[in-house]
């Protein structure tokens, strides 16, 4: 019995390929062998931070491909090119397209300085953020503020000179254009809260459900529909 059982255990080193109801399986598990219709190896994807370069690489055919391409619009940072679906089910993925996005800390507070130089160098310019900007302003030249908040909005008193108190209000809230997509496309704005605290800091909070991101990605894939319009590809989101 002991011979039997050793019998059995080295018989398990050798893995074995068998036939079962027209497909391949191996002793080791039972795993099952994909059948290889396509010997091409699976390529690696070239990346790149512009979609300018995307279009590029498909008008321009650098790869000399052949077949169809499917673009895909993967977040608003993200687009992928892929091959036609293969015989064995898998895909050449040729691009991979991470566009270039400053950090923005969003829910977090922070001094009026670096708040001030965030709005400034992160976000296009409109009305709400020249307001928000005047009152983060007036806050770091004097460094005296109290506020009035009801819950939603807040009024300001900061100290606009030595012998005038201005009282700002705060708008809330407030519709701002952060850089968080690619550069070729429209940035799409969404809502904000802008809340002060003492110290001073100072800080915005996201308050649209991510509903940007969607905005954001059929800009792209607007984008890449008009440029590739005679190309062979089909663009996804």
């Known amino acids: 019995m002991i011979k039997a059982a050793l019998q059995y255990l080295m018989s398990l080193k050798?893995?074995?390929?068998?036939?079962?109801?027209?497909?391949?399986?191996?002793?080791?598990?039972?795993h099952r062998i994909g059948k290889v219709y396509d010997p091409t190896p699976i390529v690696s994807p070239v990346r790149i931070s512009t979609l300018t370069g995307l279009v590029d690489y498909i008008k321009e055919n650098v790869d000399k491909l052949t077949g169809p391409l499917v673009v895909h619009?993967?977040?608003?940072?993200?687009v992928s090119v892929y091959s036609e679906l293969r015989d064995d089910a898998r895909r050449h993925q040729y691009i991979?397209?991470?566009a270039w996005t400053p950090r923005i800390r969003y829910g977090e507070f922070m001094d009026v300085e670096n708040f001030n130089i965030m709005l400034q160098s992160c976000f296009l310019?409109?009305?709400?953020?020249?307001?928000?900007?005047?009152?983060?302003?007036?806050i770091v030249e004097e460094n005296n503020v109290?506020?009035?908040d009801d819950g939603v909005s807040q009024k300001v008193v900061a100290k606009?000179?030595?012998?005038?108190?201005?009282?700002?209000?705060?708008?809330?809230?407030?519709?701002?254009?952060?850089?968080r997509t690619f550069a070729e496309v429209e940035q799409p704005e969404s809502n904000f809260i802008f809340?002060?605290?003492?110290?001073?800091?100072?800080?915005i909070f996201e308050a649209d459900g991510g509903i940007w991101r969607?905005?954001?990605?059929?800009?792209?894939?607007?984008?890449?529909?008009e440029k590739l319009e005679e190309c062979n590809v089909k663009i996804i989101s």
Not at 73 to 78: A, D, F, K, T
Not at 125 to 138: F, Q, S, Y
Not at 214 to 225: E, S
């Open 125 to 138: 310019e409109n009305p709400d953020r020249a307001a928000i900007l005047k009152v983060a302003g007036n």
């Open 96 to 98: 991979e397209c991470e």
């Open 160 to 179: 606009a000179g030595i012998a005038r108190v201005e009282e700002v209000e705060v708008p809330n809230p407030v519709t701002l254009c952060p850089f």
């Open 214 to 225: 969607l905005y954001a990605m059929q800009n792209v894939k607007a984008y890449l529909n």
């Open 73 to 78: 619009v993967n977040s608003p940072i993200s």
């Open 146 to 148: 109290t506020t009035k």
């Open 195 to 203: 809340r002060i605290q003492a110290g001073p800091r100072a800080a």
């Open 14 to 30: 050798d893995t074995k390929v068998m036939e079962v109801n027209g497909e391949s399986y191996s002793t080791e598990e039972l």
